[in-house]
């Protein structure tokens, strides 16, 4: 018998009373905490210090952009427009442009 066994004082009805105090417990305390929480990470990697440390830290300074084969240097460094590229123009911009 488990020493936290609630059958013993509450009967078969204490899965669904336990269930509930575990979830107003989380909603109380567990994600306000979580939220201030990312919050505060969030503000701290504006500092130069953290910012910097994460940026070591990161798996990114080891990869490498992936390039398609036969995409040359030239081609990703010319700013291309999205009506070059062929990317649909849904509000027509072009058109206004031209009034």
Known sequence: MSLFSS????????APV??????????LFY?????AGYFLFYQATRLRLVNSF????SWSRFLKQYREPGTS???????K???SIGIAD??????LKEE
């Not at 994600?31 to 939220?35: A, D, G, K, T």
């Not at 994460?54 to 830290?57: E, L």
């Not at 849904?90 to 058109?95: C, K, M, T, V």
Request: hydrophobic fraction near 50%; avoid cysteine; charged fraction near 25%.
């Open 90 to 95: 849904p509000l027509n911009l072009a058109a």
């Open 7 to 14: 059958e013993k004082h509450w009967g078969r009805q204490a």
């Open 73 to 79: 240097l030239k081609d990703l460094l010319e700013k």
């Open 18 to 27: 336990k269930f509930l105090l575990i979830e107003l417990f989380d909603a």
């Open 31 to 35: 994600y306000p905490i979580f939220l």
């Open 81 to 83: 427009d999205a009506n």
């Open 54 to 57: 994460f940026s070591y830290a």
